[in-house]
């Protein structure tokens, strides 16, 4: 079982960086990091992030100012977290799949003027510069790239400074550590702004559902760009002690591999990633391995799968541990050693929030009744702070007081709760919030395309598929091969369509508004595209 820190209680404000100072104290020299190999203690973590900071303080770098990151999973990525945060700086980890206009959107919306990339990545920077007129300083991370660019282009190397002091800033429960950008459901994605002791609230929750402790080993692929990876990973087995090994992206054949040679018995993982690994062929290392894992963590996690991992694999433990959002984290949860019920994740978390099912008029409704799921924090910092420069945008789903999810839930009466629908127009396929907004905007810059509505379609891992219906210009002709390559020079790989119709013209309303709820019920048509049918294959990078 995880204990709490020393002076920590329930209703404690805390900041990242006091978790950092009470880890070293209490952990120092010990082993907290691993990512292929490369181990780093609690204290090496504080080393390294004084450095980082101190580095961007002489780049002018001051508390509340925005520093985007485009990093993949790395040492690194943890190092220049903790940095930022050390000086009250905003961390904005943009997902390492964005490019062009997806691309510009959140660094402009961010208001950045310091990007932090990975050589590989700073290209796509470059590309897009020309739009980013704040952007002055881009770090690369890696062997200096083939390009030009009008500001200052440094390496991470320089970025490291000598000084290893403990930066003087004050930072308090409240402030900004992070702005983390949604699917954009309604418009352009919005920054979810994380407040320090949201992250340490949501850390603290995980730590309530997963019972980790100074013993536990924590294997995650989840990327260092999520909010799930950060809070529920990182900074809350810092709490106790716990180490963490960081994978650079999920991969079945080395799933195993991994486990046996870090000897995690804690597994934190994304949904499609459960049935894959439930179903892969054995292998040496897992039989190796076997009963090594106690835990491991995921949602959804269909209860059929959950018996193959314990049958399989020899694991205790297997959880759906609760429902949370960006927004708000976490109004259900599964206490450790609470019996779950099948196909819930978790119970009404009356202790941090207030959960209500409601009707369209915002009337709460009984149990085993299908409503809107409505929010309000019992505790101060412990939900969003809105959303980044948009405030009519968050009164908007702060209608009556509450926090609006825009997703449809119930509770039975025992309390467990029931995710049901999303009722706001997005999209969610491997762990990744996908913009319609975003998507369709994309396919109309392709000169051919006339109308296009982006939606989803149920997959076979019990996910969303993207589809887009689309009508093209007059003689115009199309294919969905040569459309789909298009998209992957011009999206984000995960952005990218399985399925691609073409029609004459798209259902609308009166009003001329594109009844996307038609489309979804109708899905995979006789006439639609499949692009793991046709065998396309699509890079992730």
């Known amino acids: 079982m995880s204990t709490p820190e020393p002076g920590w209680s329930s209703d404690h404000l805390d900041t990242i960086n006091a978790v950092l100072q009470r880890a070293v104290g209490a952990y120092g020299d010990r082993q907290f990091l691993d990512f292929l190999g490369d181990t780093h203690s609690f204290s090496d973590i504080d080393h390294f992030a004084c450095r980082l900071a101190n580095g961007l303080k002489q780049l002018g770098v001051r508390k509340g100012q925005t520093v985007v990151t485009l990093l993949d999973n790395s040492a690194d990525a943890v190092f220049i977290w903790f940095a930022i945060n050390k000086l009250g700086a905003v961390s904005v980890p943009v997902n390492t799949a964005l490019k062009g206009e997806f691309l510009v959107h959140q660094v402009s919306d961010a208001n ?25 300083t881009l770090i690369h991370r890696g062997e200096r790239p083939a390009l030009s660019f009008d500001g200052q282009l440094m390496a991470w190397t320089q970025l490291l400074s000598d000084d290893a002091s403990q930066p003087e800033e004050q930072v308090l429960p409240g402030d900004l550590a992070m702005l983390i950008y949604t699917g954009g459901t309604t418009g352009p994605s919005k920054g979810c702004m994380i407040s320090h002791n ?33 809070a529920s990973t990182v900074l809350a087995n810092m709490m106790v002690g716990a180490q963490v090994a960081i994978y650079p992206r999920f991969s079945v054949s080395n799933f195993w591999p991994e486990i046996e040679r870090t000897g995690a018995n804690d597994v934190q993982l994304l949904a499609s990633m459960l049935p894959m690994l439930a179903g892969a062929p054995d292998n040496d290392a897992m039989l190796r391995c076997k009963g090594q894992v106690w835990m491991v963590n995921g949602a959804p996690f269909p209860v059929p799968v959950q018996d193959t991992w314990k049958q399989r694999f020899g694991v205790t433990h297997t959880i759906c541990g609760g429902f949370g959002l960006s927004e708000c984290s976490l109004p259900s949860l ?146 969905g091969e040569s459309l789909c390559r298009w998209a992957s020079e011009e999206m984000p790989y995960y952005a990218v369509p399985r399925y691609i119709e073409f029609r004459a013209q798209l259902p609308k309303s009166p009003l001329g508004r594109i009844y996307k709820f038609q489309l979804r019920d109708e899905g995979v048509t006789a006439t639609t595209w499949d692009r793991e049918r046709a065998g396309f294959i699509l890079h992730k990078r």
């Open 334 to 479: 599964l206490p450790f050693g609470t019996p779950m019920k099948p196909n819930s994740s978790g119970k009404r978390n009356r202790e941090d929030f207030d959960v209500r099912i409601v009707d369209d008029h915002d009337n709460e409704l009984p149990a085993n009744t299908p409503g809107e799921i409505l929010v309000r924090p019992r505790k101060p910092h412990i939900m969003f702070e809105g959303y980044w420069r948009r405030p009519e945008d968050t009164l908007k789903v702060m209608r009556n007081m509450w926090f609006h999810t825009g997703d449809i839930g119930m509770f039975d009466d025992d309390d467990y709760f029931y995710f049901v629908d999303r009722k706001k127009d997005y999209l969610r396929r491997r762990g990744e919030n996908i913009s319609s907004f975003e998507v369709e905007r994309a396919f109309l810059r392709h000169p051919l395309v006339d109308e296009v509505a982006a939606h989803a379609v149920l997959s076979d891992l019990g996910e969303d598929e993207l589809k887009v219906t689309l009508t093209l210009k007059a003689q115009s002709t199309l294919d």
């Open 198 to 230: 949201y992250a340490c609230s949501m850390a603290r929750q995980m730590l309530k559902i997963a019972s980790r402790g100074a013993e536990t080993i924590t294997w995650t692929p989840l990327p260092l760009f999520h909010f799930n990876a950060v």
């Open 112 to 136: 950045a003027s310091i990007i932090i990339a990975e050589s590989d990545y700073a290209q796509r920077v470059v590309q897009v510069a020309d739009r980013l007129p704040k952007l002055e």
